[in-house]
């Protein structure tokens, strides 16, 4: 080898060097950097191709080999935002939210980043803007997983996507109960309810006209004889007949002959209710013997009902709960119903009142018992004034107060609104006619000298009439005489009124001839040319004309109705063996559809239950209800999330409930270490590595998750300080070589000289 070529060998040896103390500085510098994997450096010696051809050079070259499939060391954390992987495998990240690189890395501590603005509902009900928040690195990069399917749960999807978890991301997301499973044991030694039975006998000679009657619960039915009736049997069968018949003590009641003659009996048809029931027998022929007997068969007995509330999702996703109900009917049978709480309202009743404006009509509410009356003066100028007087009224009594408040409506309306939600509220009105026509009178009273020629006018209704005096009346009251005859007598104004005479000489009266007709008149006086000019005519209405129309009305309508706190409807008849096993219904399944009304928390909504009531029994000792299982799951605001052992990421919720949301996989590779390192500590896959594979830990086993704990590097610090020395050794070794050939050579020329 020339001496010139001595100098790469020792070149190339600190080039190598320096190479391997860069890879050992950087492992140092990430010792505590999360998920780092280190670098170490080989060596591959260089050599001539023979011995003899001394011009090849020869040395050394340095290799990095990455060590990614080391494990690094794990450390707890506080952070329920920090994994770690126990094993094999790398997280899968992307670099945008969208459209970005797919990168692995195994860093998990993680973070939220926000991305797009989102419009949501605050507490008050306006719309606010927000941002929505997704899982990432500490590059920023996506973490990428699988989303669970609403209806089962189940990680089905095999896509990959960015993983939401701001508090809005599962606000509208929910599942409606489709399915549950109850176990219940029934007390065996329950007793059924009774309902009511209540027995009739009735007697007497059969003879036409006789009447015999039967009153349930206020309603009464009657069958008159006609004397033919073969016997009292038949009138009993009568009886029976009309009681079914009638639909309204049909609906609370049934009559049925009893084995014994002359004897009816009437049975209540709900178990528990009450009924009051009468009996009359009236004589209608000679004898007066006619009888009927009422007496109590059986008293109504409630029974035991035992209970349990099993919450649902209903239709809009929001947790309600329906009562199941469970009551013994007779041996080894059952009632099973279900029941939902009514949201209560005020009763509203409309009460409408009209007619004509006149005094001494009268209007009147009763509400619950209360009556209060209000009695039309006159001088209201219409049926709006009548209305708010008696609104005024109502409020204003003590008694009738308490059971409602009264306000003004449209024109004659006025609404009485219960006091208390869920009150029943019973009102009736009345309205009479308490005016008192009155024949209209109106006064004449004339004066002057009395001359003949002078004349007295007088109009009615627009029809003239005039008397000239003769002179001979003699004094006022004659002339009074004369003109009242004359008006009586006169063919147009006489039908239209009745003159008579005053209390004074001068005053005539004209009386309407009916009262509550009107009439409209004048009066003049004109004096003869030659006479004294005194006479003069006026008039006055002394008793005003009244109507008395009977068209006064009341009515009251129920325009918002009362309801029911509850709402109870049947599900199945349950029988059970003698041994305490179901037996029916056969597949062990019921159907619970209820219907939930809205409740100021929730809107109105439904759910269709499919109950698993297999495991219910009928055996000695407490009712005993067990475990009640559902699926479905309430929308609700996200308040945190974990991770468990497979790598679910666990949703936490304000409503108190955990559910899985989401599932991390794995990548895996043929040769990991063949990944190509960027920026950020994160890798991409190569043709080296080989395509990633995309497990997940549960199915294949060779990994697991460690929640609350995070992944430091795997750099062993004392191994790295032993590597820096001997590579500092061998460099400064390679350096004293190169100052050797240095030296030769210098030595070499200076002989040369």
Do not use: C
Not at 145 to 152: I, V
Not at 401 to 416: N, R
Not at 563 to 590: E, H, M, R, Y
């Amino acid at each position: 080898m020339p001496v010139y070529s001595a100098f790469s060998v020792p070149t190339l040896g600190m080039l190598s060097q320096s190479s391997a103390m860069n890879n050992i500085g950087n492992n140092i510098a990430n010792m505590t950097t999360g998920g780092y994997k280190r670098t170490d450096t080989s060596f591959s010696t260089l050599v001539s191709k023979n011995l003899f051809e001394q011009s090849d050079l020869g040395g050394v070259k340095p290799r990095n080999q990455q060590r990614i499939d080391q494990q690094g060391a794990l450390h707890s954390s506080a952070s329920d935002l920090d994994l770690a992987i126990n094993g094999k495998g790398m997280f899968i990240f992307n670099t945008q939210f969208s459209g970005g690189d797919t990168v692995y890395g195994r860093d998990g501590a993680f973070a939220m980043r926000t991305v797009n603005d989102i419009s949501v509902t605050g507490n008050g009900g306006a719309t606010v803007t927000t941002k929505d928040g997704y899982l990432v690195d500490k590059n920023g990069y996506f973490l990428q997983g699988y989303t669970s399917d609403p209806a089962t749960g189940l990680f089905t999807s095999s896509t990959l996507s960015p993983l939401r978890v701001d508090q809005y991301a599962f606000s509208s997301v929910g599942l409606e109960t489709t399915n549950a499973a109850l176990q219940v044991n029934l007390p065996a030694s329950d007793l059924p309810g009774t309902t009511q039975a209540d027995k009739i006998v009735i007697g007497g000679t059969i003879e036409a006209g006789d009447i015999y009657s039967v009153t349930v619960n206020g309603t009464t039915v009657s069958y008159t004889t006609n004397g033919a009736e073969a016997s009292l049997n038949v009138i009993r069968n009568a009886l029976v007949a009309a009681v079914n018949a009638d639909p309204t003590i049909s609906a609370s009641a049934t009559a049925s002959n009893s084995p014994t003659d002359n004897t009816l009996i009437i049975n209540g048809k709900t178990i528990g209710a009450t009924l009051t029931t009468g009996s009359a027998a009236v004589n209608g022929g000679g004898t007066n013997d006619n009888t009927s007997t009422l007496s109590a068969a059986q008293i109504p007995t409630a029974g035991t009902t035992h209970t349990y509330n099993a919450e649902v999702i209903d239709s809009n996703f929001n947790p309600r709960s329906a009562r199941l109900n469970f009551k013994k009917e007779s041996t080894n049978t059952w009632s099973m119903t279900s029941t939902v709480n009514n949201t209560l309202v005020q009763q509203v009743d409309t009460v409408t009142v009209a007619g004509t404006v006149e005094a001494g009509d009268t209007y009147s509410i009763t509400a619950n018992g209360q009556t209060v009356n209000y009695t039309v003066t006159g001088l209201e100028p219409n049926i709006d004034a009548v209305r708010d007087a008696l609104v005024s009224a109502f409020n204003a009594d003590p008694a009738a107060s308490t059971a409602a408040t009264a306000a003004a409506s449209t024109t004659g309306k006025i609404t009485l609104t219960a006091n208390t939600a869920g009150a029943t509220l019973t009102s009736s009105v009345n309205a009479s006619n308490g005016a008192v026509a009155a024949a209209q009178v109106d006064t004449i009273t004339v004066a002057g000298s009395i001359e003949a020629g002078d004349k007295y006018n007088v109009t009615v209704n627009g029809n003239p009439f005039t008397y000239t005096t003769t002179g001979a009346e003699g004094t006022l009251a004659g002339l009074r005489t004369a003109i009242r005859t004359a008006i009586n007598l006169d063919g147009t104004i006489g039908p239209l009124v009745t003159a008579s005479d005053g209390a004074a000489p001068g005053e005539i009266k004209l009386t309407a001839p009916t009262p509550g007709t009107p009439f409209t008149a004048t009066v003049s006086a004109t004096n003869v040319a030659a006479g004294t000019a005194d006479n003069t005519a006026a008039i006055a209405t002394t008793t005003a004309n009244v109507t008395s129309t009977a068209d006064n009305a009341a009515t009251v309508t129920t325009t918002t109705a009362n309801v029911s706190p509850t709402v109870t409807a049947d599900v199945a008849t349950l029988q059970f063996d003698a041994n305490g096993a179901l037996i029916s219904p056969t597949s062990g399944l019921v159907t619970v559809a209820v219907t939930f009304p809205a409740d100021g928390t929730f809107p109105a909504g439904t759910s269709t239950v499919t109950l698993d009531i297999s495991k219910f029994s009928q055996f000695a000792g407490d009712y005993l209800p067990g475990n009640y299982s559902k699926n479905g799951f309430a929308k609700a605001n996200l308040t945190g999330i974990s991770f468990d052992g497979n790598g679910q990421v666990i949703g936490k919720f304000d409503n108190s409930t955990f559910r899985a949301i989401y599932k991390l996989p794995l990548a895996e590779f043929t040769n990991i270490n063949g990944l190509h390192g960027i920026n950020g500590n994160v890798y991409k896959a190569t043709q080296e590595s080989g395509a990633a594979r995309v497990v997940t830990v549960d199915d294949t086993g060779y990994a697991s998750f460690l929640p609350n704990t995070y992944e430091l590097s795997n750099v062993d610090l004392a191994g790295e300080f032993s590597r820096m020395i001997m590579t500092q050794t061998a460099y400064n070794s390679s350096s004293t070589v190169f100052k050797t050939v240095d030296e030769m050579v210098k030595a070499a020329g200076e002989m040369k000289r």
